[in-house]
Structure formats: C-alpha cells, structure tokens
C-alpha cells in the first residue's frame, strides 16, 4: 500500500492511496477458498466446487465485497500512517478499479484542530450556597402530611363529606352492556379531589357505609378502546368504608411513616431535597460563567462537517420554516458547542481524566434509587440504548473537567438565601440562545426530580 498527502487546506487532507493488485488477487483467492467450503452448487459435492466455478457465476459480487474490505482496512491504515485525528467520517473517491489492476483511490478527510490551552489561572467565577430557611422547611412538612392524609372509620349512620375517603365497589354498563373493564373492586377517592372521573366525587357525597348508589358518568375521550371514548355511563357503587381524617400530628411517628428516622431526620431530609433542587439550577450558572471565559479566550480552527452535523441533531425535530428562521442562531450555538467541546475534551486529555465503567453504573444505580417504581423502566432504558450509557459517561467526563477546572480558577463561593436563589434562576433563564453553551455535547439523558415520600395513601 502507498499513501501519499495529495493536498493540505486547512483542516482539510486529501490522501491519495494505492494497493497493488497482487495483494487484491491474494485477498480474492483466500475468499474463494473460503467460498469453496460453504458454496453448495447442483452436481457438485459439498465443499468441492471449483473455484474456478464460484469464480465465473459469482466473481463480481465477491470482487466487490474484497474491495469493500481492503478499503475498510486500508483508509484505516492510511489515516494512522499519517498520523491524523479525524472529525466525522473521510469520504472515499474511487479513481481505479477492477480485476487485475491496482486500486487507486482517494480519502477526503475533516481533521480535528490542533488546541492550544491558555492557562486558567486568571478566570473568575461564583459558585453558590443556598441557606434553605426553616420557614420554607415546615411548609414543605406540611404539604408533605397534607398528601400523606391518615383515615379513620367513621360512624356507620355518618354520611360522606368533601375530604372524607370512601372506598367502594363498581359495576359499570354502557347502553345497558358490559365493557372490558366494567367492574372495579376496593376503589378508593378521597372525595374533591376528582381523580377518577369528572363529576363523580361530588355524587358520592352523602353516602354512608353499605350503600348502594347509582352514578351516571361520562368515559374520558382519551378512553384506551375509541368506541368506549366519551360514552355515558352507569356505575351501580356498593360503599364499603367511609372514613374521615385522621388529626395529624407531624412527630416521630409521622417521620417513621415517611422513611426516616425521627422528625429531626425528615426536616434533614427535606432541607438536602431542596438545597438538591438549588444547587443544580446554580451550578449550571457557575458552569456558564467558566465556559464563557474559556471560549472567549481560545481561537479554534472548526471542521464544517462538525458543525453541519451538530446542527442536523440539534434541529431533527423542528419544521423547516423553523429551521430557516433560527438558521444563523443555530449555526451559532452549534460553532460554541463544538468549541468548547474540543477544548474540555484536550483539557481532559492532558490531565489524564477518564471515567470508568463503575463509575456509569454507580450513576445508573443513583437515577434508579432516586425514581422509585420506576426502577426496571431506567434499568431497560440504559440496557437497550448503548448510546445512552456513552452519552452518560460523556456527561460524567463533562462533570470531572468542569470540577478540575473549578479547582484552579478563582472561585468565590457566595451564600445566599432561596428568594436571592430564586432571583438569579429567573435572571438565568430568561430566553436567550446563548444559555445553551451549558450544554456543549449533545445527549440523551434520562432527568427526574427526586421523591422524598412515597405516599402512604
């Protein structure tokens, strides 16, 4: 094989690349051996047609399919000779080809910038502690034991209120008919809250324990069977329990029933939930105040192909008009990506970061802890979409470079208050294209907000 640069432009090589026929025909003769022992041909035995045979009824298709193959091999080769960091896939240019002759081709090849990192030293940037007031705290206590309502029986001859609990049977008809799933058995509403269908709560106000009560209601319209969508129908209810609420107390016990240890624990609890909350909000603030320095300050070299490609994912889901209208916004916020990109990703490189397997699983294993019930849809998501667990570690490397960065700039760290907390989000996220810089890598990323409670209800 002899590669030679035919042209430099910028970040732009063409390489010119020619394998000697001989090495072609040895490539041909080992595949045809090879076809000799599976090739199953009408008046021959198994693995004894000649290849002269396989030749002369397949030799174009087997030709093509060694060529496909030495090019592979070969532009891999090439690319490794010379030394070069490729963005995106070359483009290969057939200029000779054919049986018993040499194959010539050429490889068009986006290369990757050479980065030349400036010192940190200099930059500046605020990261931010957030003092969650008790205030905010026992509010959140309270909402919390206003979803975790406790119920006790009432009274035989008591009739159901708004904010009571009843539990009941059903057996619904539609014109008369029975449908699939016409019947439910220990159904529970707390009455008000009108979670089951429109309007039916508020019919069952008055019933007292061992009724029966005929509702009419209307099936939703987005009913899973279309002919049952927005059908009037007959619920005949037999109440099993009516049960009012139970006077709360927010003590030990409570605390115990939320999963923690005592109440002191559950205000603990509560106070890291949403320092949690804050903490990410604000640091992707302190993240966009370093990469703002750091694209400032560095001139990079950018392959189009890159930046073609990153505004292709970034605009698969808009309508065209869209397109056209963001286009030179689109252009701009793909350039920045790929920069600062390219220059975290040296800045890693240098200081030998990595992330490892362990470290992806531990992060799957924390988003599987923090959704509870959701724990087999996470772990299926991440075991079928092997690019969701590269996007994670991408994320994961992000995360350790911004960290080492953070660890040599000059970071002022500033505690304030959730009502100045609030302030800067808001001020963060009024519209503006830019505050897209924060994320510099496209990825898929499952995002959840966390669950303190599960509720006992």
Same mark, same amino acid.
């Given at each position: 094989?002899?590669?030679?640069?035919?042209?430099?432009?910028?970040?732009?090589?063409?390489?010119?690349?020619?394998?000697?026929?001989?090495?072609?025909?040895?490539?041909?003769?080992?595949?045809?051996?090879? +076809?000799?022992?599976?090739?199953?041909?009408?008046?021959?035995?198994?693995?004894?047609?000649?290849?002269?045979?396989?030749?002369?009824?397949?030799?174009?298709?087997?030709? %093509? *399919?060694?060529?496909?193959?030495?090019?592979?091999?070969?532009?891999?080769?090439?690319?490794?000779?010379?030394?070069?960091?490729?963005?995106?896939?070359?483009?290969?240019?057939?200029?000779?080809?054919?049986?018993?002759?040499?194959?010539?081709?050429?490889?068009?090849?986006?290369?990757?910038?050479?980065?030349?990192?400036?010192?940190?030293?200099?930059?500046?940037?605020?990261?931010?502690?957030?003092?969650?007031?008790?205030?905010?705290?026992? *509010?959140?206590?309270?909402?919390?034991?206003?979803?975790?309502?406790? @119920? #006790?029986?009432?009274?035989?001859?008591?009739?159901?209120?708004?904010?009571?609990?009843?539990?009941?049977?059903?057996?619904?008809?539609?014109?008369?008919?029975?449908?699939?799933?016409?019947?439910?058995?220990?159904?529970? +509403? =707390?009455?008000?809250?009108?979670?089951? &269908?429109?309007?039916?709560?508020?019919?069952?106000?008055?019933?007292?324990?061992?009724?029966?009560?005929?509702?009419?209601?209307?099936?939703?319209?987005?009913?899973?069977?279309?002919?049952?969508?927005?059908?009037?129908?007959? @619920?005949?209810?037999?109440?099993?329990?009516?049960?009012?609420? !139970?006077?709360?107390?927010?003590?030990?016990?409570?605390?115990?029933?939320?999963?923690?240890?005592?109440?002191?624990?559950?205000?603990?609890?509560?106070?890291?939930?949403?320092? %949690?909350?804050?903490?990410?909000?604000?640091?992707?603030?302190? !993240?966009?105040?370093?990469?703002?320095?750091?694209?400032?300050?560095?001139?990079?070299?950018?392959?189009?192909?890159?930046?073609?490609?990153?505004?292709?994912?970034?605009?698969?889901?808009?309508?065209? =008009?869209?397109?056209?209208?963001?286009?030179?916004?689109?252009?701009?916020?793909?350039?920045?990506?790929?920069?600062?990109? &390219?220059?975290?990703?040296?800045?890693?490189?240098?200081?030998?970061?990595?992330?490892?397997?362990?470290?992806?699983?531990?992060?799957?294993?924390?988003?599987?802890?923090?959704?509870?019930?959701?724990?087999?849809?996470? @772990?299926?998501?991440?075991?079928?979409?092997?690019?969701?667990?590269?996007?994670?570690?991408?994320?994961?490397? =992000?995360?350790?470079?911004? #960290?080492?960065?953070?660890?040599?700039?000059?970071?002022?760290?500033?505690?304030?208050?959730?009502?100045?907390?609030?302030?800067?989000?808001?001020?963060?996220?009024?519209?503006?294209?830019?505050?897209?810089?924060?994320?510099?890598?496209?990825?898929?990323?499952?995002?959840?907000?966390?669950?303190?409670?599960?509720?006992?209800?």
């Amino acid at each position: 094989m002899k590669v030679e640069v035919k042209s430099k432009k910028g970040l732009r090589t063409i390489l010119s690349v020619i394998v000697d026929k001989k090495n072609i025909q040895t490539k041909m003769d080992e595949r045809l051996k090879e +076809l000799q022992k599976e090739v199953a041909l009408k008046g021959f035995r198994p693995g004894k047609v000649p290849s002269e045979v396989i030749k002369s009824q397949f030799g174009k298709s087997i030709y %093509g *399919e060694v060529v496909d193959k030495i090019l592979r091999e070969t532009s891999s080769k090439a690319i490794n000779e010379k030394k070069l960091k490729i963005a995106g896939q070359p483009k290969i240019d057939l200029k000779q080809f054919g049986e018993g002759k040499d194959l010539n081709y050429e490889l068009q090849i986006d290369c990757l910038p050479s980065v030349t990192l400036k010192s940190f030293d200099k930059f500046k940037a605020t990261s931010f502690k957030v003092k969650i007031e008790e205030k905010i705290i026992e *509010e959140k206590l309270k909402e919390i034991a206003s979803q975790n309502k406790q @119920f #006790e029986d009432k009274n035989d001859s008591e009739k159901a209120v708004n904010g009571d609990q009843v539990t009941f049977d059903y057996s619904a008809t539609v014109d008369g008919n029975k449908f699939e799933g016409s019947e439910g058995k220990g159904v529970q +509403l =707390e009455l008000g809250k009108d979670l089951f &269908l429109k309007g039916f709560d508020e019919q069952l106000i008055g019933v007292k324990k061992s009724d029966t009560k005929i509702l009419d209601s209307t099936l939703p319209a987005n009913h899973p069977k279309k002919d049952l969508a927005n059908k009037k129908t007959k @619920f005949v209810c037999t109440i099993l329990k009516v049960k009012k609420p !139970k006077p709360g107390k927010i003590d030990d016990d409570f605390a115990k029933l939320m999963g923690a240890k005592d109440i002191k624990d559950l205000k603990s609890l509560i106070e890291k939930q949403i320092s %949690g909350q804050y903490s990410q909000a604000l640091n992707s603030i302190t !993240k966009k105040e370093i990469l703002d320095q750091i694209e400032k300050n560095h001139q990079v070299d950018l392959p189009q192909n890159l930046i073609d490609q990153e505004i292709s994912i970034m605009t698969k889901n808009l309508k065209p =008009e869209d397109k056209e209208k963001h286009k030179l916004n689109n252009e701009k916020l793909a350039k920045s990506r790929i920069k600062l990109g &390219l220059l975290l990703n040296e800045y890693g490189e240098k200081n030998n970061l990595k992330v490892s397997d362990d470290e992806v699983r531990n992060e799957i294993q924390k988003q599987i802890k923090g959704m509870p019930g959701q724990e087999k849809m996470i @772990f299926e998501y991440y075991q079928k979409n092997p690019n969701a667990s590269q996007s994670l570690k991408g994320s994961l490397y =992000e995360e350790k470079i911004i #960290e080492l960065i953070k660890s040599k700039i000059n970071l002022t760290s500033k505690e304030i208050n959730t009502k100045e907390a609030e302030k800067i989000i808001s001020e963060f996220n009024k519209p503006n294209v830019d505050n897209d810089k924060s994320k510099t890598s496209s990825s898929t990323k499952i995002r959840s907000k966390k669950k303190l409670v599960k509720s006992n209800q």
